[in-house]
T-cell receptor
Framework: RKEVEQDPGPFNVPEGATVAFNCTYS??????FFWYRQDCRKEPKLLMS???SGNEDGRFTAQLNRASQYISLLIRDSKLSDSATYLC??????????????FGKGTHLIIQP | NAGVTQTPKFQVLKTGQSMTLQCAQDMNHEYMSWYRQDPGMGLRLIHYSVGAGITDQGEVPNGYNVSRSTTEDFPLRLLSAAPSQTSVYFC???????????FGPGTRLLVL
């Protein structure tokens, strides 16, 4: 049973706009949270970790809400190159393998010129 | 530093054939994993290893075997290929819990 849920999209967003998407997780004991990015026909790559206090990396902001058990990703001033699938990743799932990671199915983002 | 490498990039098999997907990493990571990715299904864990000589099953292990004789290598064996195993296979490694997981470029497998 998948324990990380994401809206699959696609989110069609004009270039320059701000876009946000959420991810919910069911395991309240989860300790580590990440956003990965996957380009078409490529491997997933770490975009950013998500810290309890929230964190920012350039145009990207990640937030964690432990009470409601969700994490969010905000992209400001979106670029065409931001078009990709964004995977929410949470650890703490006993079935999550070596490092206990469980991947969401991803949210597909399309930035339109 | 090549990171995580996978071979082959593409493979076509006939039903019933066997093959081994190779995965190697040069980052001295203890943790390695195999995933398959299918449209609409996301990444699903097949097998994983927390160190040389130690392997365990993930979410979808049937039809696959793994071994971990060295820290660097983690091959995935398809015992008797079936069309349901048509997928993209990713190998990944990490330094441990909470570490960044690094993925290989993937192997695209078609079973006819």
């Amino acid at each position: 049973r998948k324990e990380v849920e994401q809206d699959p999209g696609p989110f069609n967003v004009p270039e320059g706009a701000t876009v946000a998407f959420n991810c919910t997780y069911s395991n309240s004991a989860s300790q580590s949270f990440f956003w990965y990015r996957q380009d078409c026909r490529k491997e997933p790559k770490l975009l950013m970790s998500v810290y309890s206090s929230g964190n920012e990396d350039g145009r990207f902001t990640a937030q964690l809400n432990r009470a409601s058990q969700y994490i969010s990703l905000l992209i400001r001033d979106s670029k065409l190159s931001d078009s990709a699938t964004y995977l929410c990743v949470v650890n703490g799932d006993p079935g999550g393998g070596a490092d206990g990671l469980t991947f969401g199915k991803g949210t597909h983002l399309i930035i339109q010129p | 530093n090549a990171g995580v490498t996978q071979t082959p990039k593409f493979q076509v098999l006939k039903t019933g054939q066997s093959m081994t997907l190779q995965c190697a990493q040069d980052m001295n990571h203890e943790y390695m994993s195999w995933y398959r990715q299918d449209p609409g299904m996301g990444l699903r864990l097949i097998h994983y290893s927390v160190g040389a000589g130690i392997t365990d099953q993930g979410e979808v292990p049937n039809g696959y075997n793994v071994s971990r004789s060295t820290t660097e290598d983690f091959p995935l064996r398809l015992l008797s290929a079936a069309p349901s195993q048509t997928s993209v296979y990713f190998c990944a490694s990490s330094s441990g819990a909470r570490g960044t997981q690094y993925f290989g470029p993937g192997t695209r497998l078609l079973v006819l």
